[in-house]
């Protein structure tokens, strides 16, 4: 992901919510009562997910509710190190159930020892292949909860 696409993805983020410090760039915002709908549109436009894949999930999801989420993520450019943290509520209106999240990352650029070699076709998922799976994956997870 180049700058300019993270600047499109953050650019209703207030300047407030980003903080630097050295190398590191941190940005931290949150939301109560999440429109679940918007926000799938949102991904399907930026992650260019196929309409009817778009529409399926919404129609899956129709009984789910996020009533509060808060994102932390640090980038240190110098190191190549992001950290970040993801928490929230959602529930299923439905089968009156919810659940908690309480997610870390972390992560490092590692350099690469020996030369990159292009992987024989039969190797390789489209990024069709990899959005259905994700899709159903999410599907699945919202139609257990």
């Known amino acids: 992901m180049s700058e300019a696409d993270l600047e499109k993805q953050y ?3 207030p300047n407030s919510d980003f903080t630097k410090s050295g190398n590191k760039v941190t940005v931290e915002f949150s939301g109560k009562d999440i429109d679940l709908n918007d926000l799938i549109n949102n991904l399907s436009a930026t ?3 196929p309409k009817e894949q778009t529409e399926r999930l919404i129609k899956e999801s129709k009984n789910i509710d996020i009533s509060k989420l808060s994102v932390k993520l640090t980038v240190d450019k110098k190191s190549h190190e992001m950290t970040g943290k993801l928490t929230g509520s ?3 209106t439905k089968e009156k159930t919810s659940a908690d999240l309480d997610i870390s990352l972390a992560s490092t650029r590692s350099k690469l020892k020996e030369t990159l070699k292009e992987p024989a076709a039969t190797d390789t998922n489209t990024l069709e292949e990899v959005q259905n799976a994700a899709i159903e994956k999410l599907m699945a997870q919202a139609s257990a909860i």
């Open 11 to 13: 650019k209703e983020i």
């Open 90 to 92: 959602i529930s299923n």
């Open 47 to 49: 992650y260019s997910i």
